[in-house]
């Protein structure tokens, strides 16, 4: 029970590594608050948890918009009284080269960029009132390395790196720690769109996406919510301002 009695808000829920990472917090003790802007796969989740015997509820929000992000955080407060952890997860996957429009950058940036940080400062507002929290922002691979026709999503993984490191700093004196996972291969819905596209098959899949990664392999989205889960509990105590690459290998050659 890492999370026992610990509220914690994930983005991106209704599938993937948000759902995984709602499902498995919920599994160690915390109050999940899901969101989503698919409003029937994030009921499905929620409901799931709650079959379990676990608490969470749903809450529909696009969080490329700061009103609803600030809505996000006062359904959480109202559901649960609190809030103790932010997993920044949702996001647009919108792979352009340099040719990419204005409104490309607008939708790719809005979401993974600028959601992240309205959600990281009103959640912060909450965690002072509790003496500190964490904050999980999921990063990428891509975050760090050149990949073909990705100029607008890396760059905004990129940020999201940055962003992490230099809120952990501004931060610190709250007792808020921030840190940022970087996935490789996750098998989530995006990733099997791409691959059946492509006529690829899981394995397929995980050996053509993730040609550098050594494990050659799709990982399970739980692969993903468990290094989520260290960076939320009093296990990562000392961890702020980190990325921690989940990547099969892929940032190692």
Request: glycine share 10%; aromatic share 6%; proline share 1%.
């Amino acid at each position: 029970m890492r999370l026992k009695d610990k509220v914690a808000i994930v983005t991106g829920a209704a599938s993937g590594i948000g759902r995984a990472t709602a499902t498995l917090f919920a599994e160690e003790g915390a109050s999940v608050l899901l969101t989503d802007v698919n409003a029937v796969g994030g009921e499905e989740a929620a409901q799931a948890i709650r079959d379990k015997g676990g608490k969470a509820v749903f809450h529909k929000a696009n969080v490329s918009q700061q009103v609803e992000c600030e809505g996000v955080v006062k359904a959480c407060v109202a559901a649960f009284g609190r809030v103790n952890t932010l997993v920044n997860n949702a996001g647009v996957f919108i792979l352009r080269g340099v040719e990419a429009t204005p409104e490309d950058w607008q939708a790719v940036m809005a979401t993974n960029v600028f959601g992240y940080s309205y959600l990281m400062n009103f959640a912060a507002e909450e965690m002072r009132k509790q003496g500190g929290g964490t904050v999980v922002n999921v990063g990428s691979v891509s975050s760090v390395i050149a990949q073909t026709k990705r100029v607008t999503y890396n760059a905004s993984k990129g940020a999201v790196l940055q962003m992490t490191r230099c809120a952990a700093l501004d931060l610190s004196e709250d007792n808020i720690r921030v840190n940022c996972v970087c996935p490789g291969v996750i098998w989530t819905a995006e990733v099997e769109r791409m691959a059946q596209e492509g006529g690829l098959t899981r394995e397929e899949a995980g050996i053509e996406f993730g040609s550098r990664q050594i494990m050659k392999r799709a990982a399970d989205s739980r692969e993903v919510a468990y290094p989520i889960l260290f960076l939320a509990s009093e296990e990562s105590s000392f961890c702020t301002g980190i990325a921690l690459f989940v990547d099969g290998g892929w940032t190692a050659m």
